[in-house]
């Protein structure tokens, strides 16, 4: 599966740096994906709904590692490129129109928590 174009929509936001479309093989769109800067640096999370019990879940993702991998480094490249068109440096954007899609601060603080508990497996699962 071939990544055939990312848009990205700079944020001025403490945290939310980046919103992103990612199209698959000039086919298929997922929407709604979001460039956050964590505690250990800016990472891409996907587009996520808010469950009846208040958590947030995924609404697609990837299965694998290799394509978490492989989407991240080419979505943050983009978000780098797209920082160095408009003058602004990766940590700081300005604010442009994203469809009215707004995400809460308790959606982005799931992002992160996410993220963080998959380092902290990744750390337990490699051997010393």
């Known amino acids: 599966m071939d990544i055939t174009e990312v848009r990205v ?3 001025e936001e403490p945290r939310l740096k980046a919103f992103v479309n990612v199209t698959f093989d000039d086919d298929f769109v997922v929407r ?3 460039v956050i800067e964590g505690k250990n640096g800016l990472f891409v999370a996907m587009p996520s709904r808010r469950s009846k019990d208040g958590t947030f879940r995924d609404i697609a993702h990837p299965i694998n590692n290799e394509m978490r991998k492989r989407l991240e480094d ?3 490249q ?3 490129k797209k920082c160095k068109e408009s003058g602004k440096s990766p940590g700081a ?3 442009l129109e994203q469809e009215d899609f707004e995400v809460p601060n ?3 603080d799931a992002d992160i ?3 963080e508990s998959e380092e902290e497996e990744k750390e337990e699962e ?3």
């Open 78 to 80: 983009e978000y780098h």
């Open 126 to 128: 490699t051997p010393i």
């Open 93 to 95: 954007t300005q604010t």
């Open 113 to 115: 928590a996410v993220r």
């Open 9 to 11: 929509t700079l944020r």
């Open 74 to 76: 080419i979505v943050l």
């Open 106 to 108: 308790e959606a982005i």
């Open 32 to 34: 709604g994906m979001k």
